[in-house]
T-cell receptor, first 115, second 115 residues
Framework: DSGVTQTPKHLITATGQRVTLRCSPRSGDLSVYWYQQSLDQGLQFLIQYYNGEERAKGNILERFSAQQFPDLHSELNLSSLELGDSALYFC??????????????FGPGTRLTVL | AQSVAQPEDQVNVAEGNPLTVKCTYS??????LFWYVQYPNRGLQFLLKYITGDNLVKGSYGFEAEFNKSQTSFHLKKPSALVSDSALYFCAVRPPYTGGFKTIFGAGTRLFVKA
């Protein structure tokens, strides 16, 4: 167990809908990262937050947004969902945000299925 | 463009034999290098990292990795494979810049260890 929790574990929804994925980092970790894992795209970095502020952006679509709250949990919002958004979404956390040498601890993931 | 290559989709090895999972990268500067393992229906788990110093890095579960700067490679190795090592292995690279930590993951290599 990495100490990172993600809810829900599975999510099934329809095209055009909006969903929210939730992540709680390990105790003491200030950085939260979101990743999308799909068969054709592999593991893609979406976005990073550090202590409530956006720190880095990857291949995140404009339909997607995220935030990190004062208690350090994070939410990833996916809107106007398309079939191609079906994937595993992972949250990861790390201790710091000012050093890139910290390893990340991954949650179990949320499997999103868009029908 | 910055990239990470894992040239083998799959590696097959007999239990007790040594294993190598290859990784090469194309990133300017001196990046931080990581290996993660993913078991079925689980999130990624950190195995080891190279930040600086000795080119041979030791990690969890008997794994080690050899950094070669001239070849820009970071191959994962284990002297004696176990059936329980069968999993998906990801090499990851983090460029050495501040302001954000976009980790670039390889496509993954599936390791099969046969009894």
């Amino acid at each position: 167990d990495s100490g990172v929790t993600q809810t829900p574990k599975h999510l099934i929804t329809a095209t055009g809908q909006r969903v929210t994925l939730r992540c709680s980092p390990r105790s003491g970790d200030l950085s939260v990262y979101w990743y999308q894992q799909s068969l054709d795209q592999g593991l893609q970095f979406l976005i990073q937050y550090y202590n409530g502020e956006e720190r880095a952006k990857g291949n995140i679509l404009e339909r997607f947004s995220a935030q990190q709250f004062p208690d350090l949990h994070s939410e990833l919002n996916l809107s106007s969902l398309e079939l191609g958004d079906s994937a595993l979404y992972f949250c990861a956390s790390s201790v710091g945000g000012t050093s890139g040498s910290n390893e990340q601890f991954f949650g179990p993931g949320t499997r999103l299925t868009v029908l | 463009a910055q990239s990470v290559a894992q040239p083998e989709d799959q590696v097959n090895v007999a239990e007790g034999n040594p294993l190598t999972v290859k990784c090469t990268y194309s990133v300017s500067g001196n990046p931080y290098l990581f290996w993660y393992v993913q078991y079925p229906n689980r999130g990624l788990q950190f195995l080891l990292k190279y930040i600086t110093g000795d080119n041979l890095v030791k990690g969890s579960y008997g794994f080690e990795a050899e950094f070669n700067k001239s070849q820009t490679s970071f191959h994962l190795k284990k002297p004696s494979a176990l059936v329980s090592d069968s999993a998906l292995y990801f090499c990851a690279v983090r460029p050495p810049y501040t302001g954000g930590f976009k980790t670039i993951f390889g496509a993954g290599t599936r390791l099969f260890v046969k009894a």
